[in-house]
C-alpha cells in the first residue's frame, strides 16, 4: 500500500510539473511576443505608427528603374478598420495594375541583421505586397497562394504555413530575426539567413536565402547577376505597393550584431547582441 501511495504521488508530481500553469503561461508570453500587437522592446526604432510625421521621418520612395511616383510619399494614412488609430496604406496610383518598384517605400536607415516586428492586413481577395528585407528578399504577402510565391513565403525559395493566416480583414503578423549576407575580402562567404514567425507560429527556420528574385526591379543587386550577385552594403526595409491597398501598422526594428550563423534564438524579443 505505501508503495502504491508513493507511486500516485510521484504521478501527480510529474502531472504537475509538465501541466504547470507557469509553464503555460510562459508559451503564451512567448507567442504573445511573436504576435499580433507585440510591443517593441528596449532599443527597438519604431517604423510605422501612424502619424504622417513619422512616415516622412523613416521613409522615401525606393527610386529604382520602374520608379515613376514623386515625393512626397503618396501611401495613405486611414483608421484602423479592426482597432483604433490609423494604418498605412499601400495605395499610389504609379502603382495600378501591379506595377512593382514603380511606389515601394523603404526606411531611410540601411540595414545589416536586425529583429523586425510587422503587422499587415489584407482587404480583398488577392491582394498582395512584400516585405524586403535589406531591400533584397521579399517575404511575400499574398492572399490565396500557400506556395513558394505565396502568404509567408521566402518568395521562390521557401514556403509559409499558410494554415497560419488570419484570413482577410484580419490583422497578421511576420516577425523576423534576419542575418546580413557576410564577406571575406570582397567575397561573398555565407548567404543571408533568417527565422520567422507567422501570428505565432515558426514558418522559417534558418533559412538561407539564395538571391534577389525579380530583376532589377525588385531592389539592390535584383539586376546582379540574376540576382545572385549579393554585394556587401546594407539595405533599408522595403514595403512594396502593387495596387492592392495592403495596410501596415505596429512596424518596429532593432539592431543586432548576429555573429553566428544561427537566428533561431527567441529566448526573448531581443536576444542576441546590439549592434555597435
Known sequence: MRTRLIVLSACFAITALVFSPTATAKKQTKKRKLNVGAKAPKGAQILIDGTRKLLDTKWTYWKGPRFSSALPIKWKLLDDPVDSGKVLVSHDPAAAGGKYGAADIVTKKKYRDFRLHIEFLVPKKGG??????????????????????????????????????????????????????????????????????FNGVKAHTNQRIQKVWGGPNSGIDGGNDGGKGITDVPGGLKLQCEGHDIMFRNAWIKELDITEPDTDNWRTPDTNRPAP
Not at 172 to 183: E, L, T, V
Request: net charge positive.
Open 128 to 197: 498582395n505586397s512584400g516585405v524586403y528585407l535589406q531591400n533584397r528578399y521579399e517575404i511575400q504577402i499574398l492572399d490565396g497562394d500557400p506556395g513558394k510565391h505565396g502568404m509567408a513565403a521566402v518568395i521562390n525559395e521557401a514556403a509559409g504555413p499558410y494554415k497560419a493566416y488570419n484570413g482577410i480583414g484580419k490583422w497578421n503578423a511576420y516577425d523576423i530575426k534576419f542575418r546580413a549576407a557576410r564577406f571575406k575580402d570582397g567575397k561573398l562567404t555565407e548567404k543571408a539567413l533568417m527565422t520567422m514567425y
